[in-house]
Antibody, heavy 120, light 110 residues
Framework: EVQLVESGGGVVQPGGSLRLSCVASGFPFSGYAQSWVRRAPGKGLEWVAA??????????YYADSLKGRFTISRDNSKSTLFLQMNSLRAEDTAVYYC???????????WGKGTTVTVSS | QSVLTQPPSVSAAPGQKVTISCSGSSSNIGSNYVSWYQQLPGTAPKLLIYDNNNRPSGIPVRFSGSKSGTSATLGITGLQTGDEADYFCGTWDNSLSAVVFGGGTKLTVL
């Protein structure tokens, strides 16, 4: 079964850090691009970051507003995607989803999400 | 403010047809494929349409997509109460080197 399972969410104080993980199964992880997408309460979907397939050199892309604070990476040997989030702010509070795609935009497999709450 | 513009809400009666528009620019919709996503309350987004007008396996033919110039449209026919959800368009933006989403459209089936 093709599956993505996120973990690592929780409650963190402003200025803190969290590392999200997303474990993939049922498909050749390294050959595909993966993204992190979030949805804050009362807001729409917001793309966070993406990493291309290993065939494209594992290139990384970020939403302008998040550059410098968030880092996307992957461990192909463990079929795992990561999102390192630093200097967290209240506005980063959201459900974070990982998603798999062929061409970045066609995200056909999604995890169920992990909730990040930034609050003092 | 989203890069892609969608109407905040649309509504129609069961069995009717609805369209949701997504407006962008030459750097995004005008030069890249568009995808559409459905997000039911409390669940993860689901891919409905990719490459402008293709449906993944398992998506009913009631859902269709089209693109013209810098705009795209999602069509849903034979509306069902189970279609009540938020719908998002998405594409790549060449100027931003980023995936961009529309602000989302809430569909109400009256």
């Amino acid at each position: 079964e093709v599956q993505l399972v996120e973990s690592g969410g929780g409650v963190v104080q402003p200025g803190g850090s969290l590392r999200l993980s997303c474990v993939a199964s049922g498909f050749p992880f390294s050959g595909y691009a993966q993204s992190w997408v979030r949805r804050a309460p009362g807001k729409g979907l917001e793309w966070v970051a993406a990493i291309s397939g290993s065939g494209d050199g594992d290139r990384t892309y970020y939403a302008d507003s998040l550059k410098g604070r968030f880092t996307i990476s992957r461990d192909n040997s463990k079929s795992t995607l990561f999102l390192q989030m630093n200097s967290l702010r209240a506005e980063d509070t959201a459900v974070y989803y990982c998603a798999n795609s062929v061409q970045m935009v066609d995200m056909d497999v999604w995890g169920k999400g992990t909730t990040v709450t930034v609050s003092s | 403010q989203s890069v892609l513009t969608q109407p905040p809400s649309v509504s129609a009666a069961p069995g009717q047809k609805v369209t949701i528009s997504c407006s962008g620019s030459s750097s995004n919709i005008g030069s890249n494929y568009v995808s559409w996503y459905q997000q039911l309350p409390g669940t993860a987004p689901k891919l409905l349409i990719y490459d402008n007008n293709n449906r993944p396996s398992g998506i009913p033919v009631r859902f269709s997509g089209s693109k013209s110039g810098t705009s795209a449209t999602l069509g849903i026919t034979g509306l069902q109460t189970g279609d009540e959800a938020d719908y998002f368009c998405g594409t790549w933006d060449n100027s931003l080197s980023a995936v961009v989403f529309g602000g989302g459209t809430k569909l109400t089936v009256l």
